[in-house]
């Protein structure tokens, strides 16, 4: 507000303040350095306020992206998403005011934590539990609603009280007894596997989880959102065996990592009927899901992992490398790189999956955040390209939402940016995938962010049609009766979008021109890119073992 208005609106000499300034003091007050939306009444002023504040406010093209893009930064902060949402107001509540929808209670579903301060006078205490919430056990989003009034309402500013910054969330360990006992089955295991999770990369576990697996050798697996907790490229890595790694270890220890359909619910076919879990997670509540686990620790991811070690720096043990159990993982790693490299290798055209991310892989630098989503190219990316930092992996993770990669990569870009890190965002989507926030383009340019954008382009939803199929296929009737309807329209030239707003855009369908055009893309640091590479409509995984989604039949 300027100090006019102040002067006009204060009352005798007390100063006023209005519900955006607290609200915006607040949020300060609790170390949020972002804020994500889109403006309109009656929260523009939130947003104004915030940037006089100091937050860095980036004006998203769809609410849902903002959010992708707050969680996003939260994730690789350790500061979760809290929304703020405008809402009608007060005295008009029950008779139909402007947008009015029951938004706390619906609201309360999603988060772990939905309320509406009674005044604006609360606004600081609601959004401090809002903070604290959001970031003690385990991690969640909350939500605070915001009636329409309170935005310009003025309060004598003495009348409002600032909650100091809420601490960082308390450290729990887990009980001696329990960490004894994991031990004792760690090394009476005859095939042992890690698992590494999420929790453990939001824990910032790594150096400790790295150190048990190169202490006591043992095979890790990371989860998808769990790669680059430790390179991918480690020897002791038998991601590339993961069906095998799954089926016959006999002692699992679950490092964050939760036993839900990523993981196969924990259930044989895919796993031994008496595998022993160890599970290591931050929420109690998690301990136990679908298979009685051998033995739970209870306790931030980090410190339990540090425990571990000291019981096996006290009595210090290996897993034998020259065991049967490397042999095997060994084996049926080397059998399925050679699998994959042959279908990267093939010259037809159009490109495959594997060809297309073996290029990608090649031109990758070691330090980039992937963004990725969509189906195959999500799931066949994973497999091919690398992570070799700590949470340098965005994807659509457990709930395979689509439509979060461009919020994702927006997140990872400003952090690059505001540390200097000189990192690069590949961000790559299927087309569908893309699809879903699209617009985002827009806002990538608009703060110049130099995201490199890559769109496998098959024409469809796992699979399309080539454009003469498509024709032939609009003989036979309207495209709402014969189209299937996994199918897209073919040939679309995504990267029209970038150019539409100012970035590079490249059309691509061969594998010197992929090469020539990332080169090109990663060369320029100032400006983002977008890379759409036709690949073959029909083409599919290598065959698997087993479907990424078994079903129980
Ligand atoms: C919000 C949302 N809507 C719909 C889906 C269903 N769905 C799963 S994957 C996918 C898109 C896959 O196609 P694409 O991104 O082109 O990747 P491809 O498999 O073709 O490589 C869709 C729409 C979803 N997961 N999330
Ligand atoms: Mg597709």
């Known amino acids: 507000m300027s100090e006019t208005n102040r002067a006009a609106c204060s009352d005798g000499d007390e100063e006023q303040v209005s519900g955006a300034e607290v609200i915006a003091q607040a949020l300060k007050t609790q170390d949020v350095e972002y804020m994500f939306g889109i403006v309109g009444i009656p929260v523009t002023e939130i947003a ?29 902060t350790g500061r979760p998403l809290i929304v703020i949402g405008g809402s009608s107001e007060r005295s008009q509540e029950t008779m139909g005011a402007f947008q009015e ?23 600081p205490s609601i959004i401090e539990k809002a903070v604290r919430s959001s970031i003690y056990g385990r991690p969640g989003a909350c939500y605070v609603d915001i009636p329409a009034d309170f935005v310009n309402l003025q309060v004598n500013v003495n009348s409002v009280r600032y909650m100091e ?34 929790g453990a990369a939001y824990a910032r576990a790594e150096e400790g989880i790295r150190k048990l697996v190169e202490r006591c050798k043992l095979p890790f697996l990371p989860t998808p959102m769990g790669k680059g907790v430790i390179p991918d490229n480690h020897p002791n890595c038998v991601a590339a065996a993961r069906s095998r790694a799954l089926q016959f270890a006999d002692v699992i220890v679950l490092f964050g990592a939760r036993l839900n359909w990523i993981l196969h619910f924990g ?23 679908n298979v009685k686990p051998a033995v739970t620790l209870l306790g931030d991811i980090n410190a339990v992992t540090k425990q571990l070690l000291e019981q096996f720096d006290k009595t210090p043990w290996q897993y034998p490398p020259e065991s049967s159990w490397w042999k095997t993982l060994r084996e049926k790693m080397k059998s ?47 497999t091919v390209l690398q992570n070799y930092l700590p949470r340098h992996r965005l994807d659509a993770g457990t709930f395979g939402t689509m439509g979060v990669g461009l919020g994702f990569a927006i997140a990872a870009a400003l952090l690059a940016k505001a540390r200097n890190t000189g990192q690069r965002v590949i961000c790559v989507e299927g087309d569908s995938a893309f699809g879903f926030s699209g617009m985002e383009v827009e806002t990538i340019c608009r703060y110049n962010l130099p995201i490199i954008l890559l769109v496998v382009n098959n024409n469809g939803i796992y699979q399309g049609f080539d454009v003469d199929s498509w024709k032939e296929m609009l003989k036979f009737g309207d495209a709402t009766a014969v189209a299937p309807p996994v199918c897209l329209l073919p040939n679309s030239h995504y990267e029209q979008v970038m150019t539409a707003f100012g970035g590079k855009g490249y059309f691509v369908q061969t594998p010197e021109e992929l090469q020539k055009s990332l080169r090109e893309s990663l060369a320029d640091t100032t400006a983002p890119s977008l890379i759409n590479i036709m690949i073959e409509p029909q083409a599919t995984r290598k065959a698997q073992d087993f479907h990424w989604l078994t079903r129980s039949k």
Do not use: W
Request: net charge positive.
């Open 48 to 76: 104004v306020a915030a940037q006089k504040m100091g937050i860095r406010y980036v004006g998203m093209r769809n609410e849902q992206a903002a959010c992708y893009a707050a969680s996003a930064i939260g994730y690789l």
């Open 101 to 123: 929808f029951p938004q706390v209670e619906a609201c309360r579903l999603y988060s772990k934590f939905s309320a509406r301060p009674s005044s604006i006078e609360t606004i």
């Open 165 to 198: 910054c809420c601490m960082p969330p308390p450290v729990s360990i887990a009980e001696t007894s329990a960490i004894c006992m994991a031990a004792t089955v760690i090394r009476n295991a005859k095939k042992p596997l890690l698992i590494i999770g999420k």
């Open 267 to 289: 259930l044989p076919p895919r796993y031994q009927p008496d595998v022993k879990f160890i599970q290591v997670d931050i929420c109690a509540e998690e301990l136990g899901n």
């Open 336 to 382: 399925n790189e050679a699998a994959s490299k042959e279908l990267a290798s093939q010259k037809s055209l159009p490109m495959n999956y594997y060809t297309v991310f073996y290029h990608v892989q090649e031109q990758l630098p070691r330090d980039c955040f992937v963004v990725s989503e969509g189906a195959n190219t999500m799931d066949i990316g994973r």
